[in-house]
């Protein structure tokens, strides 16, 4: 997870609001539910979100796939295992709907997620 876009993160109340550029992955995984699969995205302080509770995917940079946040899980920040700190993207190819096929490089598509979690 890289630096947020200009302008967030930005606060509501006692939560924090970030929308950050994410790539895709050099050999996507096909996801099968509940955690198998898929493109994990750790939250990164430099997000601007300590950790998810609230996550949105969204249409590719190039307007061809769209990446979906399926879950929102336990993962590692500083040694420790925390909830809310690791987001698994399912991604779709936008013509047919159908999910990306296995081993497909997405390394060149970019999306925005947009993440709500605790200041």
């Known amino acids: 997870m890289s ?6 993160p930005d606060a509501w109340g006692s939560h924090r609001v970030s929308v950050f550029p994410v790539t895709g992955p050099t050999s996507y995984t096909q996801y ?4 198998t699969g898929g493109q994990d995205v750790n939250v990164s302080p430099a997000s601007g979100v ?4 609230f996550a949105l995917g969204a249409v590719s940079a190039s307007g061809l796939y769209r990446a979906e946040v399926v879950q929102i899980e336990a993962g590692p ?6 909830v809310g700190a690791r987001l698994v993207l399912k991604w ?3 013509a ?3 999910e990306v096929a296995g081993a497909v490089n997405l390394s060149a598509e970019t999306v ?4 709500i979690g605790p200041k």
């Open 3 to 8: 630096r947020p876009l200009a302008g967030f």
């Open 32 to 35: 099968t539910a509940p955690s």
């Open 50 to 53: 300590k950790v998810a509770e």
């Open 77 to 82: 920040v500083n040694g420790q295992t925390v």
């Open 92 to 94: 779709y190819v936008v």
């Open 96 to 98: 047919g709907g159908a």
């Open 112 to 115: 925005n997620l947009l993440v």
